[in-house]
């Protein structure tokens, strides 16, 4: 599963749907500040999260964190945040990790839904 990688040893994973970002930070450890642009595909991200919950959650998966690049550069953000949730409705974290730069008002709102 391509950008999906353990995080800590609370069994939390990564989903990396973006390589690139809005910012150029010299001290970028996802290299995002020279990446091309690149969208995970809705379907690549559907299957992953199937894999996780088939793969994952029975050993005890507490969080899920989708990231980028930067995650809000992602056109299909808010329906990717919508299908996690609807994948893991209780027991898993959700986090969207951002820079934040692009977090309206109204997206921040639609985020806090998921």
């Known amino acids: 599963m391509k950008g999906v990688r353990p995080f800590s040893d609370k069994f939390e994973v990564e989903i990396q749907i973006v390589d690139h970002c809005n910012l150029k930070c010299d001290n970028c450890n996802h290299l995002a500040n020279i990446a091309s ?65 692009l977090l309206t008002s109204e997206l921040s709102a639609k985020l806090k839904q998921y």
């Open 37 to 101: 642009p690149w969208f995970m595909s809705k379907e690549e991200f559907e299957f992953t999260l199937q894999k996780i919950k088939e793969e994952l959650l029975p050993h005890g998966l507490k969080r899920i964190m989708i990231l980028g690049g930067e995650p809000l550069l992602h056109p299909q953000i808010l329906e990717f945040c919508m299908f996690a949730k609807k994948t893991f409705p209780n027991g898993v974290d959700i986090d969207l990790l951002t820079n934040g730069i």
